[in-house]
C-alpha cells in the first residue's frame, strides 16, 4: 500500500513527533542521519519513504525493516506535507529517544575527571546541535540542558548534531538546583562563562570534575548560575569585540579542555553499543538521584 493521502493517521503521528508533542520520540529526515540512528540500539517506530528508492535509501529501508519496523511507501508530494526541511530529503523514521545520563558519566574514571557540558536558555536547536557534536569531538563526557533550553531533540537540533545526539550522554531538561545538587553529590565544579570574568579560559586547570556552563545567545548566564559557580572564566577577545556565537565560545573552551586533558578522541565513558546498554539521555523525571552571545 502507498499513502497518498496527507490526512493519514500515521502520517498524523509523524507530524507530532516533529512538532514535539511525543516527547519520547524523535524525527529523523535523511540518508546520513538516520544511518547514524541505525548504528545504535534505540527503538524504530515507522518509516515513510517515496516509492522510488536510490540504492543508498534502498539498503537503509531494508536494514529498518529488518529490525521489524513497518516501512510506509509515500508519495513524494504526500512526503513533502510531513518533510522538516526545506528540499525533503526522501527518508522519515520515527524512533525512541535515548534514555538518560547514567551516574557512570559523572564519575571519575581512572585518572580522568569528567567534564560535562551545561547550557542554559539556548534558543537556537543549531547551536545547540552543534555543541552537542564539538562537545562529543572534544572528548566531553556529557551535555546537561536546562529547563528553558531548546529541545536537544528537535529535528533541527538533531540534523546539527549530525548524529552526536545518539552517542553524547544527554540529561535535558532538569532545573538549576537539580543542577547543582548532581555537582555537589558528585564533586564536580561548577564553571560559568562570562565575559565580565577576570580568569582566562586558558589558565584555568580542566583536570579537575567540572560541568561549563554557557548562556543564552542575547543574555548569556542568567545570574542565578553566575551567582553560584565555583568558578568564572572568559574568553579574551580583540576590541573591539565584545562577544562571540555561543556555539563558537563552546568549541574553544571544550578544545582547551581537550588539550589539557589529553583526551579529544574519547569515547564517553558511559557510552556501550550493546542492548540493554548504558545508551543515555532524558528528562529530569529520568535523571539519577557566557556570557557568550549569538
Known sequence: MIISSPANERLKQARRVREGREPDLMFLEGERLIEECLATPLGLLACFHPPELSSRS???VERISARGC????TTEAVLTTVSDTVNPQGLI???ERPRAMPATALAASGD???ILVGLDAIQDPGNLGTIVRTAEAAGADGLITLKGCVDAFAPKTLRSAMGSAFRLPMLTEI????????ARHHHLLLVATTGAAAADYTAFDWSQPSIVFFGNEANGLRSEI???ADVRVRIPMRSPVESLNVAAAAAAILFECARQR????AVPRALTSSAGSQFVHGSENQAIGTDANG
Open 112 to 114: 580522568v575527571a569528567p
Open 93 to 95: 523514521l520515527l524512533a
Open 226 to 228: 553566575l551567582d553560584r
Open 70 to 73: 513497518p516501512t510506509w511507501p
Open 175 to 182: 532545573d538549576t538546583d537539580q543542577v547543582f545538587s548532581l
Open 58 to 60: 534502498r539498503l537503509l
Open 262 to 265: 589529553g583526551i579529544a578522541a
